[in-house]
């Protein structure tokens, strides 16, 4: 062997180093040269991709850490304890793109502390802002074993994992109830917009439907992650654990989907679902991507226990789930607003980037960290024979 | 609130000659040319209709949507009627302009500081008791200032004895009221004025959070109840094996 190899150039890494060259530039643009420069935001559009995709989807697919916490520890559903850790870090590193992402959002984001001292209980954006504070911090300690545990000094390291463990249901407890409440006020931020955000969307009920949305969309994206990291990370885990998740996910979105049905039935908007508009057209993309698709495929006993089509199946409900924020952040806002607002490729690039880091993070913290037994290193007798993949 | 300060605008009085926009770039020393759209350097602006002028501000809300939604508190309706913006505070999220149902307020896009810009009713001057710029630099008084009881009596007395003007006051009721108000003999459909909801904004939110403390409570006690019989579950089952297998043991 080699001392020192070069890392060799693959297709997901020249992805993603194409990913951070443009991220970097994105970075240059927003901070050195201002919002004009690296945005197509304008008055009457002041929230855009960075809103709608960067903070709206990253804290709702981040819902899977607190679903799966809850079930483990205050449902007693022990069955999904061996992917706990790993939904936690998907949550965790979520909440952290997001706080990554105010940095960008925010015109000055060195003020980013001014909700501890300055608050206005009125505000949702307060109560949201102190919910993801709260909560980031609920999932960093509820993480932090999986680093403490490989400290070297054997005194300290016991005495943290004893206090973490006295404290442990508390945590859950309180990052249950914060991720209900924000996850909710998220929805809540657009109350406001009443008689300008498209009657497909405006509803009393914005807090209760961006909640229900948020757990199976969060879920789906666990078991996303999970899929890719026993294909491609050399880790077991028992496909059967995922295959009930989806069980959890199809009633869920099922009862978003009659819910969502039910509220514009009794608001009177049926008219507007048969109208010839692209409102109407992004509404039925995401009633199929987010309902219609994802409870068929989850319906056959082949789609819930082949993991690849599983895999398939959650990343429609991923998808279903990011047009419905997408709408109600920017497409249903469009018509009132009286603009057309596309993005600019440097707001993609600053998100997609963000992500990026938050998938290197992710990949390293399973390589290197206890989050899901490893398999064990290959034998020299298997040298020569097929690769065995369990 | 009885000294509240408001501004009567009748429409049908102005003569465009856009004093008003000049007299206030002077006070905030913006640049002088004229502009069409409100910006962060036109705190007010006057519209052609037709052969109306229409001029457009802020409209200090009684219960502002934009105060209401600040996070930080920057922006607050103040007790003698402005709603007023403390740059110092803004942290920059913007949402003040999407919880604006007049869509007023102007964000500097432009600058690596930026702030919200938007008219604060000249809150200084009329706090050392001088007319808003933009009412005294109206030379045929369009614009008209005063206590929000005296401009509301007037413009009620004007709509009432005259038969040209619409039999509406803008502002009265829109998002729950204003301290700016509008009278004119064209609809004001007509002249691209916004058709807010008639409540007052911030109620539409206020419900919502006022759900935060019952999830907590409920949830809490809910969430704990589950805990509990999970726990107990845990224990039962322990004993039931213990009891076993001493049984089987003896």
């Known amino acids: 062997m080699t001392a020192k190899r070069f890392p060799k150039i693959s297709f997901w890494r020249t992805i993603v180093a194409l990913i951070f060259a443009a991220g970097i530039y994105s970075m240059y643009a927003?901070?050195?040269?201002?919002?004009?420069?690296?945005?197509?935001?304008?008055?009457?559009?002041?929230?855009?991709?960075?809103?709608?995709l960067g903070t709206?989807?990253?804290?709702?697919?981040?819902?899977?850490?607190?679903?799966?916490?809850?079930?483990?520890?205050?449902l007693g559903l022990d069955r999904y304890r061996p992917i706990l850790r790993t939904s936690v870090l998907?949550?965790?590193?979520?909440?952290?793109?997001?706080?990554?992402?105010?940095?960008?959002?925010?015109?000055i984001p060195w003020r980013i502390w001014h909700p501890i001292v300055m608050w206005n209980r009125h505000s949702v954006l307060f109560e949201v802002s102190w919910c993801v504070m709260l909560y980031t911090t609920v999932l960093a300690l509820e993480f932090s074993p999986a680093l403490i545990e490989k400290l070297p000094w054997?005194?300290?390291?016991?005495?943290?994992?004893?206090?973490?463990?006295?404290?442990?249901?508390?945590?859950?407890?309180?990052?249950?109830l914060l991720s209900s409440m924000h996850q909710s006020f998220l929805g809540g931020l657009y109350l406001i917009t009443k008689g300008r955000l498209d009657p497909l969307w405006y509803t009393p009920y914005l807090t209760t439907m961006f909640y229900l949305s948020a757990i199976p969309a969060g879920l789906a994206l666990t078991i996303m992650a999970i899929y890719l990291c026993v294909?491609?990370?050399?880790?077991?885990?028992?496909?059967?654990?995922?295959?009930?998740?989806?069980?959890?996910?199809?009633?869920?979105?099922?009862?978003?989907?009659?819910?969502?049905?039910?509220?514009?039935?009794s608001r009177d908007t049926i008219g507007y679902l048969w109208m010839w508009r692209e409102e109407t057209l992004l509404f039925w993309l995401e009633i199929a991507l987010l309902v219609i698709i994802p409870l068929?495929?989850?319906?056959?006993?082949?789609?819930?226990?082949?993991?690849?089509?599983?895999?398939?199946?959650?990343?429609?409900?991923?998808?279903?789930?990011?047009?419905n924020r997408l709408n109600v952040s920017i497409t249903a806002l469009q018509a009132s607003s009286g603009i057309y607002y596309v993005p600019k490729w440097?707001?993609?690039?600053?998100?997609?980037?963000?992500?990026?880091?938050?998938?290197?993070?992710?990949?390293?913290?399973i390589v290197y960290l206890d989050i899901l037994p490893k398999n064990p290193p290959p034998q020299k007798w298997m040298a020569s024979s097929v690769p065995a993949r369990a | 609130m009885a000294t509240t300060r408001g501004i009567l605008v009748d429409i049908t009085k102005c003569i465009g000659c856009r004093s008003c926009e000049q007299g206030c770039k002077q006070i905030h020393g913006f640049p002088t040319d004229t502009e069409l759209k409100l910006s962060t350097t036109a705190l007010t602006i006057v519209e052609e209709h037709g052969d109306r002028f229409v001029r457009r501000m802020c409209m200090h809300c009684q219960d502002p949507a934009c105060a209401s939604a600040c996070l930080v508190g920057a922006l607050k309706k103040s007790g003698a009627g402005p709603v007023t913006y403390d740059a110092g505070k803004c942290i920059g999220c913007r949402y003040c302009l999407v919880a604006c149902p007049f869509s007023v307020p102007r964000y500097e896009w432009t600058k690596l500081v930026p702030y919200v810009k938007k008219c604060d009713m000249c809150a200084e001057r009329q706090a050392k008791g001088q007319l808003p710029?933009?009412?005294?630099?109206?030379?045929?008084?369009?614009?008209?200032s005063g206590t929000r009881e005296e401009i509301l009596a007037e413009a009620q007395r004007r709509i009432l004895n005259d038969s040209k003007y619409v039999k509406r006051i803008y502002g009265s009721e829109e998002a729950g009221g204003t301290s700016v108000f509008f009278i004119s003999d064209v609809p004001f459909e007509k002249l691209g004025f916004a058709a807010p909801p008639k409540q007052p904004l911030p109620l539409l939110t206020a419900s919502a959070l006022g759900d935060g403390p019952t999830v907590i409570l409920v949830g809490g006690a809910l969430l704990s109840g589950l805990y509990w019989i999970t726990q107990r579950r845990a224990l039962v089952a322990l004993a039931e094996a213990r009891e076993k297998s001493a049984k089987e043991g003896s």
Request: aromatic residues 12%; glycine residues 8%; contains cysteine.
């Open chain 1, 154 to 176: 054997a005194k300290p390291r016991d005495l943290y994992l004893r206090w973490h463990h006295s404290i442990l249901i508390a945590l859950v407890l309180a990052g249950t």
């Open chain 1, 30 to 52: 927003r901070f050195a040269l201002g919002f004009k420069a690296a945005t197509n935001l304008t008055d009457p559009q002041p929230w855009g991709l960075w809103v709608g």
């Open chain 1, 231 to 265: 294909r491609s990370l050399n880790v077991r885990v028992d496909m059967s654990i995922l295959s009930d998740v989806s069980k959890v996910i199809a009633p869920l979105l099922a009862m978003w989907g009659v819910f969502r049905f039910v509220d514009l039935i």
């Open chain 2, 133 to 144: 710029a933009c009412v005294e630099a109206c030379p045929v008084q369009a614009s008209i």
């Open chain 1, 90 to 107: 998907i949550s965790f590193l979520g909440y952290c793109t997001v706080c990554i992402g105010m940095m960008y959002e925010l015109g």
């Open chain 1, 56 to 74: 709206l989807c990253g804290v709702g697919l981040s819902a899977g850490g607190f679903a799966i916490a809850a079930s483990v520890y205050l």
């Open chain 1, 346 to 365: 440097t707001e993609f690039a600053a998100t997609l980037a963000t992500i990026a880091a938050a998938v290197v993070a992710f990949h390293y913290a």
């Open chain 1, 296 to 323: 068929i495929l989850l319906n056959q006993q082949k789609v819930r226990q082949n993991p690849q089509y599983l895999y398939g199946t959650c990343a429609v409900v991923v998808m279903g789930f990011i047009t």
